[in-house]
């Protein structure tokens, strides 16, 4: 992986496939744990100043997950956006995605232990990081990053 530029913020992405509560890099539900618990995306640190920001996104569980960076829109909190029939959020208004293994920008998903990244200019604001994949926000695969002054 290259050296990446600006705040970096590190998200895993991670889902309760067989076998997963015994691996050593899988947390117990707590901070970052979202909805029922199955799937989960976090990031760190949750806050970063404005600009320059990379995310370094890491697979943690044995389903392909991807990360888009979506305003969050004022009163509006991560998790409430509406799905649609094929179980994912419109992604209108995307800033970028971490979605390609080993690589920046969009692809078909990171792959179990894969590392994806993209470097995005940051304005302050709220913003939500989802997994866009079928059903994944549903299930729990988001969560705000707020970018400051």
Not at 88 to 102: D, N, P
């Amino acid at each position: 992986m290259p050296a990446l530029r600006g705040h970096v913020v590190d998200v895993t992405v991670g889902d309760m496939g067989p076998g997963m509560m015994g691996r050593p890099n899988w947390r117990t539900p707590g901070p970052g744990w979202q909805g029922m618990g199955m799937m989960r995306l976090s990031a760190t640190p949750g806050t970063v100043p404005a600009g320059v920001v990379s995310l370094r996104v890491t697979n943690v569980g044995v389903l392909p997950h991807e990360v888009v960076v979506l305003p969050l829109p004022a009163g509006q909190a991560a998790g409430e956006r509406l799905t649609g029939s094929d179980g994912k959020v419109t992604e209108t208004g995307s800033l970028g995605e971490a979605s390609r293994s080993c690589g920046p920008g969009t692809g078909n998903g990171i792959t179990p232990g894969a590392t994806a990244w993209t470097t995005l200019t940051l304005q302050s604001g709220r913003y939500e990081l989802v997994c866009n994949l079928p059903g994944h926000y549903l299930a729990g695969m988001y969560t705000e990053l707020d970018v400051t002054r």
